[in-house]
């Protein structure tokens, strides 16, 4: 049972009180039913394919504000542990649609130019912030703003035939969108960062492994297969401490030593007060192995 439900159980008035003062309305994730990508619940682990093969895939403006609510209702999604994100048809994303939104930017006054950047900006915003970790599958094309959809998730598994391309340069922007110069750097190092930031270049899959950005190459045919393994294998773990991991590791990048230090130490004592915790020491003790429920 997890905190929460342990609280509507035992104070039912208090936990209505809190649920409508700090919880948006409530979505119904077993019902959700998107209208810009395909959305699959596999117990604990939910699956969001983006569903325009014969285009690879791109985001349009709605697709891109439809996966920022989703990822920041997420984290009222008790029930939901982890995230998988891919692509239909062989290609992952390849990113926003050149007529649907590059073509209308060109039209577009500072003002509206602003509001469009800061809301793709809000995508990977609320990816960071949700406490499920996000496994992406990426294969094929995976471009632009499908680059950074397959960057702010948590872990990436990739295919040898990938090609992962931060193009902006190659419309005339800066490389500096959606959080690129905060994110890339910090996986695969600011020398190469700034290479792909600058030429627009495709990064192969190969070199994508071997340079960081991917966790794990796997034969295209298998490749959703493992990510969703994957994603249910850290789902049966102590997943609000896994939710600590993720936020440390976010929140840590602007911290120096000491302070970083001091806000593990914090986010280690609330762990220590989970049931996870105490699940895991007597378990040790009968030599069994802990069969968490993230409480």
């Keep these: 049972m997890s905190i929460s439900a342990a609280v509507a159980k035992e104070h039912p008035a208090e936990a209505a009180d809190t649920a409508r003062r700090f919880r948006p309305p409530r979505v119904d994730f077993a019902g959700f039913k998107p209208r810009h990508?395909?959305?699959?619940?596999?117990?604990?682990?939910?699956?969001?394919?983006?569903?325009?093969?014969?285009?690879?895939?791109?985001?349009?403006?709605?697709?891109?504000a439809e996966l920022r609510d989703l990822f920041r209702n997420l984290q009222y999604a008790d029930g939901i542990k982890n995230v998988v994100i891919a692509g239909a048809g062989g290609n992952f994303c390849s990113g926003g649609d050149v007529h649907e939104i590059i073509g209308a930017l060109t039209r577009r006054a500072m003002p509206g130019l602003l509001e469009f950047t800061r809301m793709t900006g809000d995508v990977v915003k609320a990816m960071r912030a949700c406490p499920q970790l996000i496994v992406a599958a990426v294969d094929g094309v995976c471009a632009g703003a499908g680059a950074l959809l397959a960057l702010a998730s948590d872990l990436r598994l990739g295919t040898a035939r990938s090609r992962t391309a931060f193009l902006f340069?190659?419309?005339?922007?800066?490389?500096?969108?959606?959080?690129?110069?905060?994110?890339?750097?910090?996986?695969?190092?600011?020398?190469?960062?700034?290479?792909?930031?600058?030429?627009?270049?495709?990064?192969?899959?190969?070199?994508?492994?071997?340079?960081?950005?991917?966790?794990?190459l796997c034969p295209p045919e298998a490749l959703l297969a493992e990510a969703q393994a994957l994603a249910g294998e850290l789902a049966n773990g102590p997943t609000l401490a896994h939710a600590m991991t993720k936020k440390c590791l976010h929140q840590e990048w602007n911290m120096g030593v000491d302070e970083a230090v001091e806000a593990e130490a914090q986010a280690q004592a609330i762990c220590m007060q989970t049931e996870d915790f105490k699940r895991a020491y007597r378990a040790f003790a009968a030599k069994q192995k802990p069969v968490f429920q993230g409480d």
């Excluded at 604990?44 to 895939?57: G, M, Q, S, W, Y």
């Excluded at 959080?179 to 600058?198: D, F, K, S």
């Design 37 to 64: 990508f395909r959305w699959q619940l596999d117990g604990k682990v939910a699956t969001i394919t983006l569903d325009r093969p014969e285009r690879k895939n791109p985001l349009t403006l709605e697709s891109y």
């Design 169 to 216: 340069v190659r419309v005339g922007l800066s490389g500096a969108d959606m959080g690129a110069c905060a994110l890339l750097p910090r996986v695969i190092g600011q020398g190469r960062a700034c290479e792909l930031l600058v030429t627009g270049r495709a990064m192969s899959g190969d070199e994508a492994m071997q340079w960081g950005f991917f966790n794990r």
